[in-house]
């Protein structure tokens, strides 16, 4: 479960972030897995890896040992959810934290944002009944952009 308060969410994996790969351990970007609930860098070339002659992002090597063949995380920079089916291309989502009028995160200024039951249970739902994967596909010209494998928006 993801804290009620957005800045706590960022405040408290700030703190705890670090990369194993990186000298200060600290990471720019992260996102938070909604499967597991581990911090995995984002959008950065330190946690990548070579598979099947191929290099593929810290999001995806997360996924493919976390659930599989599909990843759903959280990212903290812009409050998005990130969904990532592996082998093809993912997508940006409204994140679960609403400010005092409903909306979604606009700025970094926005700080001020609640965990919105109804989007969370949405994107759970989605989860629980296989419905990103065909999202996915269907919105390939989405307003977020599409994700490429190494987790860099297109």
């Not at 989502?93 to 965990?115: H, I």
Request: with cysteine; charged share 20%.
């Amino acid at each position: 479960r993801q804290p009620v308060q957005w800045q706590e969410a960022v405040v408290s994996t700030q703190s705890t972030g670090t990369c194993p790969k990186i000298v200060n351990g600290k990471s720019r970007f992260l996102a938070v897995c909604l499967v597991c609930g581990d911090m995995v860098c984002f959008q950065s070339y330190c946690c990548s890896e070579d598979v099947n002659g191929g290099s593929i992002g810290p999001c995806n090597v997360h996924a493919n040992r976390c659930s599989g063949s599909l990843g759903v995380f959280l990212t903290l920079e812009k409050c998005q959810v990130l969904f990532l089916p592996l082998g093809t291309q993912g997508m940006h989502y409204l994140g679960p934290y609403v400010d005092k009028y409903g909306e979604s995160f606009k700025s970094s200024r926005n700080k001020a944002m609640t965990l919105s039951d109804k989007l969370y249970k949405k994107i759970e739902q989605m989860w629980v009944k296989h419905e990103i994967r065909p999202l996915v596909s269907r919105n390939s010209d989405s307003e977020y952009g599409r994700i490429d494998n190494n987790g860099r928006q297109n």
